[in-house]
T-cell receptor, first 116, second 108 residues
Framework: DSGVTQTPKHLITATGQRVTLRCSPRSGDLSVYWYQQSLDQGLQFLIQYYNGEERAKGNILERFSAQQFPDLHSELNLSSLELGDSALYFC???????????????FGSGTQLSVL | KNEVEQSPQNLTAQEGEFITINCSYSVGISALHWLQQHPGGGIVSLFMLSSGKKKHGRLIATINIQEKHSSLHITASHPRDSAVYICAVGNYGQNFVFGPGTRLSVLP
């Protein structure tokens, strides 16, 4: 068990809808990362938060947004969903001690999103 | 050319064999990570390294910064090692770039 909790495990929805994925990091970890894994694109970095603030942005669509709350849990909001958004969405956390310093990542078990 | 490449793409081995998975990258990095993803989908971080060599049980990871190359070795492979192994490189902003993965099947 990595200590990172993601909910829900599975989500089935329709095109045009909006969903929220939730992530609770390991106790004490300040950094949260979101990744998307699709069959054709592999794993892609979406966004990183550190102690409530956005720290790095990857290939995140404008229809997607995220935030990290004061209790350090994070939510990824996906709106105007399209068929191509169907993927496994992972959250990971790290200690987040120092900018630029590489840190070990701890992954949640992922949320499988199916857009029908 | 992809920023992170892995070889082989697929690998089938007999139990007990020595296995090597390679990763080459073209970007500047602060560290390289080896991840393991089991069929159920969960991802586990095996190693994080920025130089030299690390060993954990039957797993060994090496990196050559000058050649921008890393290898993951599995000694005395076992069917439970069957998984997808993913190389990920992190730049100084922790903006990870992932390799396409190597699918390993170890047959009993």
């Amino acid at each position: 068990d990595s200590g990172v909790t993601q909910t829900p495990k599975h989500l089935i929805t329709a095109t045009g809808q909006r969903v929220t994925l939730r992530c609770s990091p390991r106790s004490g970890d300040l950094s949260v990362y979101w990744y998307q894994q699709s069959l054709d694109q592999g794993l892609q970095f979406l966004i990183q938060y550190y102690n409530g603030e956005e720290r790095a942005k990857g290939n995140i669509l404008e229809r997607f947004s995220a935030q990290q709350f004061p209790d350090l849990h994070s939510e990824l909001n996906l709106s105007s969903l399209e068929l191509g958004d169907s993927a496994l969405y992972f959250c990971a956390s790290s200690v987040g001690v120092q900018t630029g310093r590489a840190e070990k990542l701890f992954f949640g078990s992922g949320t499988q999103l199916s857009v029908l | 050319k992809n920023e992170v490449e892995q070889s082989p793409q697929n690998l089938t081995a007999q139990e007990g064999e020595f296995i090597t998975i390679n990763c080459s990258y073209s970007v500047g990095i602060s560290a390289l990570h080896w991840l393991q993803q089991h069929p159920g989908g969960g991802i586990v971080s095996l190693f994080m390294l920025s130089s030299g060599k690390k060993k954990h049980g039957r797993l060994i990871a090496t990196i050559n910064i000058q050649e921008k190359h890393s290898s993951l070795h599995i000694t005395a492979s076992h069917p439970r090692d069957s998984a997808v192994y993913i190389c990920a490189v992190g730049n100084y902003g922790q903006n990870f770039v992932f390799g396409p993965g190597t699918r390993l099947s170890v047959l009993p």
